[in-house]
């Protein structure tokens, strides 16, 4: 019994933090921006011009680095969907620039589509593993702001009882003396009286 209760807790706690993990990866259904289709563009232009300065001196692997990274920094900034975006585009962007016919999406040797393929799918590997690098960071920064907060919480409670118990003790204090003293003179009733009054005073300053 024991065990079941402790899975249906585990469940239940696994279930509430699914949403928050994964709340990037399914941002990609808000629609694409203009800021975002630039900057995304950019990136994969940029990396062609710095692929066009390594070439010929470097090996087509070594280019097909500087692309990923492309892919790894836009999925870094935006969703999947411009993380995906920038893998077809890196793709298309190396096979047109570096690949034999150069300048054209033809293709003179069929293994080439299979580097392609590689290409992409790692591309897209890397785009969800980092989406969900940045989803977990942020479930760790809302629990760490939580953690934060409830103990500021705590502090504040604990200030505020503080600052309650020394007038309530003191108007404590005054009003049994008043209750189970009755000789007193006249005048420490009075003086218990003022310290009733002015401890309540206090309170509601």
Known sequence: MNA?????????????????????????????????????????????????????????SNLIMVYLLAVVWVACRFSYKEAALASLLAVGAFDFFFVLPRHTFAVADTRDLLTFGIMLMVALLLSTLTLRIRAQARVISDRERRAESEKLRSTLLSSISHDLRTPLATIAGAASALVESRELPEANRSELAQTIWDEAERLSA
């Open 4 to 60: 079941q209760v402790t899975t249906g807790i585990e469940k239940s706690q696994r279930e509430k933090a699914r949403p928050r993990l994964y709340s990037v990866l399914t941002s990609g259904s808000e629609p694409l921006t203009f800021k975002s289709l630039l900057a995304t563009a950019g990136a994969v232009a940029l990396s062609t011009a710095v692929c066009r300065l390594m070439y010929p001196d470097f090996q087509l």
